[in-house]
């Protein structure tokens, strides 16, 4: 399974336990992927293979806006995956 991951927590993602919160993680590793994102990797137990692509908000964005991503997103949405933008309201005062 693919996961595209937008977060301003990517080292607890990356480096961290997040993923060991998902299930029980057998082997797992982090390499460079597209958008100057990089991606860990996991085999969790029962042989589930998820291929989590981290970004921080603004690399995901970039990466949308310079279609270095678009097929991601597309082929996500494709099945049925809804992804989700959370935006954060700065008010001034």
Do not use: C
Not at 20 to 38: A, M, W
């Amino acid at each position: 399974m693919d996961v595209v991951i937008a977060t301003d927590h990517t080292d607890k993602w990356l480096y961290g336990d997040y993923p060991e919160k998902l299930g029980d993680v057998k082997i797992s590793f982090v390499e460079p992927t597209l958008g100057g994102g990089k991606e860990r990797r996991v085999l969790y137990d029962g042989s589930l293979d998820v291929d989590m692509i981290i970004f921080t908000s603004a690399q995901f964005e970039t990466a949308i806006k310079d279609g270095v991503a678009s097929w991601q997103v597309k082929r996500q949405k494709g099945r049925g995956i809804n992804i989700q933008k959370r935006q954060r309201i700065m008010q001034s005062r």
